[in-house]
């Protein structure tokens, strides 16, 4: 049976991005902790998922952004290589701007302080509360990091207990140390 | 009737480009169907955030198609209708010998014939695919097929 040539494929992802007709393009990177789903809008990278499976991320990105999703790769290039970059340890400031759009104002706000922790250091998730302006917060904080939309990029890996414990990765911990590990941050 | 929800473009564009990439090769034949591939789903895009359910899709996106490859074939060689230029590849053999003429039928009962005898679509799904009545798509569809046979006798 006749099936659409790849090329052909190819090339109505690639024209669907650039005639702006799409509300989301995703692709899958591959990385050191395993295949991701890269997502983006107009506004900037929506979406980092450890779930590669297209099709349960799709439905939910159509919620937020709209149902006109397509895999694509173009739009997603910049961020891949960003993430090469990172993955390579030459990369220790991601310069991508983030669409947060169908987030709480208190997770936006916590996202934003998240962003400003840097490479290779921690912090605690009451301390990330009260740089949030709400200082008793830290389970609240906990649960934002546990459904951080753009893991990686907004370092919710850098969150650690205020006993130096791990404590927990939307991920897998197992993840959480290999991105620590990378960036020395556990000394 | 119950709400359909509109699935992500990704899995409506996965699910029909086989099958419309298809339906181009036997319209307009195999090189210009990739043409008419693209435009039919950069203008299925064009379209889909204003579809209000996600009923009927196959449909939809087959008259689509359809209008794409008798555009593109009345742009490129007026006059010339699309079938002289398909290869015969024998699928369809009676709709193969009205393809020809059913290009000139004014465009609702053309995409109703094509829709009902070239693809075996219900008279339910061809209405909505016009966005008119069950009726009334039965009506184009049977003076098309009335017009076609004064054309052939």
């Known amino acids: 049976m006749t099936t659409v040539p790849t090329t052909l494929d190819r090339q109505f992802r690639d024209a669907a991005a650039a ?29 980092i998922s450890y779930d590669p499976e297209p099709e349960r991320e799709t439905e ?4 937020t952004f709209g149902a006109r999703i397509l895999r694509s790769a173009r739009p997603v290039d910049p961020v891949k290589r960003e993430l090469d970059e990172y993955f390579e340890g030459h ?3 991601f310069d991508l701007s983030v669409d947060l759009r169908g987030r709480s104002e208190f997770s936006r ?14 912090t605690t998730y009451g301390s990330l509360a009260a740089r949030s302006g709400r200082p008793r917060a ?7 990091m546990n459904r951080n939309p753009i893991p990686i990029i907004l370092p919710c890996h850098r969150v650690i207990g205020s006993t130096g414990s791990l404590v927990g990765y939307g991920g897998g911990l197992e993840r959480k140390r290999r991105l620590l590990d990378l960036e020395h941050a556990l000394v | 009737m119950e709400a359909v929800t509109i699935p992500p473009f990704e899995q409506f564009y996965e699910e029909h480009r086989d099958a419309v990439f298809r339906h181009l090769v036997r319209l307009v034949g195999r090189q ?18 204003k579809l209000e359910h996600g009923r009927h899709l196959k449909a939809w996106v087959f008259t689509i198609a359809t209008r794409v490859a008798v555009d593109e074939s009345r742009r490129r ?12 590849d024998g699928e369809r053999p009676a ?3 009205l393809e020809h003429l059913a290009a000139e039928l004014p465009d609702k009962e053309r995409a109703a014939v094509v829709l009902r005898y070239g693809y075996d679509l219900t008279y339910e799904q061809i209405a909505d695919a016009l966005d008119s009545s069950e009726d009334a798509a039965r009506q184009a569809a049977s003076s098309g097929v009335r017009r076609l046979r004064r054309r052939l006798t």
Do not use: M
Not at chain 1, 109 to 122: D, F, T
Not at chain 2, 33 to 45: G, K, N, V, Y
């Open chain 1, 19 to 47: 005639a702006g007709l799409l509300d989301v393009s995703y692709d899958i990177a591959d990385t050191p902790v395993g295949p991701l789903l890269v997502a983006v809008t107009d506004r900037g990278l929506c979406r």
């Open chain 1, 60 to 63: 939910q990105l159509a919620r």
């Open chain 1, 91 to 93: 990369r220790r400031e």
């Open chain 1, 109 to 122: 706000l916590v996202l934003e302080q998240l962003a400003k922790v840097p490479y290779g250091e921690v």
């Open chain 1, 138 to 144: 830290a389970r609240a904080v906990g649960t934002i």
């Open chain 2, 32 to 49: 210009r169907a990739e043409d008419a591939f693209q435009e039919t789903f950069l203008r299925a895009l064009r379209s889909y955030q």
């Open chain 2, 77 to 88: 060689r007026p006059g010339v209708a699309i079938a002289e230029e398909i290869g015969l």
């Open chain 2, 95 to 97: 709709y193969a010998q």
